[in-house]
């Protein structure tokens, strides 16, 4: 595959090697298979090969400014606590077990986002109502409802914030706030030369800072492999929204463990270490591998290591791998069968490849047909794989299409067809909705489900099979303009914001048109001294922690006349 299949034309495309419980984010992560590092697990998967866009958290940054100060966080909900705890509500049992439930329902979310304000850039937003009575002497019950909505990993890094500060409003209380003192946070503003100008010295000292202390964590890691024969993933599942500094915080914990411990150390080699960035509480995963919470203290991660019976945990560990050793042996055996008839089938077919994968909602939810309108509800796009037995379906798929007389009889009836599909890729899925015969993603990638009879199969590839290469033609020429903008601005990375690209109605049209955008003021956005730096589209301004710039896709035509008038930054 050459360097610009993986451009910011295929970005809405999926590889053909990613399962489906990655996408599937709540149930991915609680399955605990044997993990990889995200290096290993994702990076050949992203849209640009090792420039992973991991979150979008924003940058450590003391704050210079002389602004006044704002109240924390912390203090702020103290007043809000007051106003709507259940225990003010004694006299009025229905508004007492409102807002008792909701409370529940509020500081369940308040954790969340106290761990991660800005959210991750791989979670899909998630709004939570929320129904609080306070106390109101103008009305004529005493109470007034207040009605509010909460969200979570929101695309827009300021959109939580402000549904938290309208909660705050609504309550009669004081509404601003500020997080830690060293969270830095873009300018909330809907003008690219603002955003540049105040962003881009931030984000040059963040890149030198999160360069020195990757390298300092990376040198940690290798030393402690070396010592205790163990494997260290710093991440867990899709993404870590950990900056480098906090993962250096981690693994220095994480050494001075090992030191505390060292007389087990013995009974730890050949274990896997990850990092986990879901659970409160450190675990045993199912293949043996140790995830170890992010949120726990040095003392609660060596009672979890002292509780465990680490040579019963070895002897077991053995005897799973030699039963995973047999199963991959067999499981490998039938794919290289099924790559046989795979390939065997696209040469009769005269396609250029036949592959199987499987189907994910998350990076499929909208079609060529419907670019504006998802096809799955939030409820759907969970647990969509299921327990299904991938390799039967697979496999009776291919039986049934490769020995079908039909299909070759059917290729010369439509030959003249055929001849346009030679450079056609399909992918069979077996879990793709049973109401979903096939989907036509808006990049031109064609899904057949693997529950299509062979004439079904037939007929999706000769109707929608020029429609799929006319539209990976239609991208292909958006590769050439990614390049240039690239290299005329001497960027690390042209890409785009992973969730914007999967998750936002008519992405692929919104990302094209901020692409001709930059081009036509490439010139002139060199002045910003953007070399070596991640320029990423999305739906927000913003910085991630290790200096990676999100611009709007659609920032202000005045902007692009500023620049192409000789505006520079300051």
């Known amino acids: 595959m050459n360097r610009l299949s993986c451009s910011v034309s295929r970005m809405m495309m999926m590889s053909s090697h990613i399962p489906a419980r990655q996408i599937n984010l709540s149930s991915a992560l609680r399955a605990r298979q044997p993990s990889h590092s995200i290096h290993s697990s994702f990076v050949a998967h992203n849209f640009l090969p090792s420039k992973v866009i991991l979150s979008r958290s924003f940058a450590t940054q003391a704050n210079t400014t002389t602004t006044p100060q704002k109240p924390t966080l912390p203090a702020v909900l103290r007043k809000f606590y007051m106003v709507v705890h259940p225990d003010r509500f004694v006299d009025y049992p229905e508004a007492r077990a409102n807002n008792e439930q909701s409370m529940k329902d509020f500081l369940a979310y308040i954790k969340e986002y106290k761990n991660s304000p800005h959210g991750s850039a791989l979670g899909q937003p998630r709004r939570i109502p929320l129904k609080f009575f306070v106390r109101d ?64 010295p931030t984000a040059r000292d963040i890149i030198g800072k999160a360069s020195i202390n990757t390298n300092t964590i990376n040198q940690v890691i290798a030393d402690i492999e070396r010592r205790t024969r163990m494997k260290i993933n710093m991440a867990t599942g899709l993404a870590s929204e950990y900056t480098s500094v906090s993962n250096k915080k981690t693994i220095d914990q994480f050494d001075t463990l090992m030191n505390q411990i060292a007389t087990t150390l013995p009974l730890l080699q050949g274990l896997e270490v990850n990092f986990d960035t879901e659970t409160s509480t450190s675990e045993m995963g199912a293949g043996y591998g140790l995830y170890l919470s992010r949120t726990e203290t040095l003392q609660e991660w060596e009672s979890f290591f002292k509780r465990h019976d680490w040579a019963k945990i070895q002897m077991e560990k053995n005897l799973s791998q030699k039963k995973h050793l047999e199963e991959e042996r067999a499981q490998h055996k039938a794919n290289e069968a099924r790559i046989v008839r795979e390939e065997k089938l696209a040469a009769q077919l005269g396609i250029r490849s036949l592959k199987s994968i499987s189907f994910n909602t998350f990076e499929c939810q909208y079609s060529a047909d419907q670019p504006s309108k998802p096809l799955f509800s939030p409820e759907e796009t969970e647990g969509t794989e299921g327990e299904i037995d991938v390799s039967k ?100 990375t042209m890409t785009a914001d992973y969730t914007f690209a999967y998750a936002i109605p008519n992405a692929t049209a919104k990302i094209r048109l901020a692409l001709g955008r930059l081009q036509k003021i490439a010139e002139n956005l060199r002045t910003h001294k953007l070399s070596g730096m991640t320029l990423a589209i999305s739906d927000h301004y913003g910085l991630s922690p290790d200096g990676v710039v999100y611009i709007k896709w659609d920032f202000p035509d005045e902007d692009i006349t500023y620049l192409l008038e000789g505006g520079v930054s300051q």
């Open 137 to 200: 002497e103008s009305t004529s019950t005493g109470l007034r409802l207040v009605e509010s909505e909460v969200i979570l990993n929101a695309t827009n890094p300021h959109a939580a914030k402000r549904r938290l500060m309208s909660l705050f409003s609504k309550t009669g209380i004081e509404s601003d706030f500020q997080l830690e003192a060293d969270v830095w946070t873009p300018p909330d503003t809907e003008n690219l030369r603002d955003f540049l100008s105040h962003s881009l």
């Open 393 to 492: 379906i697979l496999g009776d798929f291919l039986d049934k299409l490769t020995d079908n007389k039909k299909v070759a009889s059917f290729k010369n009836e439509n030959q003249k067809i055929f001849k346009k599909l030679k450079g056609l890729e399909v992918h069979i899925c077996p879990n793709m909705p049973v109401n979903m015969p096939y989907h036509l993603s808006t990049t031109g990638e064609l899904r057949i489900s693997a529950l299509c009879t062979p004439e079904q199969f037939l007929k999706i590839l000769l109707e929608q099979g020029p429609k799929a290469q006319e539209l990976t033609r239609d991208q292909d020429k958006w590769e050439t303009t990614r390049d240039f903008i690239e290299v005329k601005l001497g960027l690390s």
